[in-house]
């Protein structure tokens, strides 16, 4: 089969399975419907979860691991160059051995830090999301009528801000 027709095929696929993706696994009132592994399909594609925790915690123990075996190996390794001349390895070696778990683990965390804030962004937006939509459901209360008081002593309307009546002098406050 010719690459372009492998191409085309491909690519005629790919729509066809986002439409379906779209239609049947992405919509939420379709969640509870679901079975179990398009209800994963629909959590993943739906960001529910972030995996790139999981994938990054991989990676760090895969890359500390490395570092530390490399590194013990390089203490004994050594290059030869010509047919009498050779280099040892011990200390970038060394220097693997003990920089280079440090190293990782400070972009780990730094990558980390990055993901925990874009989680906690998440979260927040989808709180005040909610909060905006219950609000919304909610019937708008009418403002308060504002209270308005007489004098006692001649009955005249009294402003809000005043200590004395206007009309007769007496104190109202």
Request: a negative charge; proline letters at 5%.
């Amino acid at each position: 089969m010719p690459i372009q027709a492998t191409l085309v095929l491909g690519f005629i696929g790919v729509i066809a399975a986002m439409i379906c993706i779209y239609v049947f696994i992405m919509p939420e009132g379709k969640y509870c419907t679901l079975n179990p592994f398009c209800r994963w399909l629909s959590d993943l594609f739906n960001f529910r979860s972030l995996w790139l925790e999981s994938i990054i915690k991989f990676f760090y123990i895969l890359s500390t691991v490395a570092c530390v075996i490399f590194g013990f190996f390089m203490l004994f390794s050594v290059v030869e160059y010509y047919y009498d001349y050779s280099e040892s390895l011990a200390l970038p070696g060394l220097l693997l051995l003990v920089v280079g778990p440090v190293v990782v683990r400070l972009v780990y965390e730094g990558t980390m830090m990055f993901i925990i804030l874009v989680k906690n962004t998440m979260q927040i937006n989808n709180r005040l999301r909610n909060n905006m939509s219950e609000k919304q459901e909610e019937a708008p209360e009418e403002p308060a009528q504002p209270v308005i008081e007489y004098c006692e002593k001649c009955g005249k309307q009294i402003e809000d801000d005043v200590i004395f009546c206007s009309n007769c002098g007496n104190k109202v406050r």
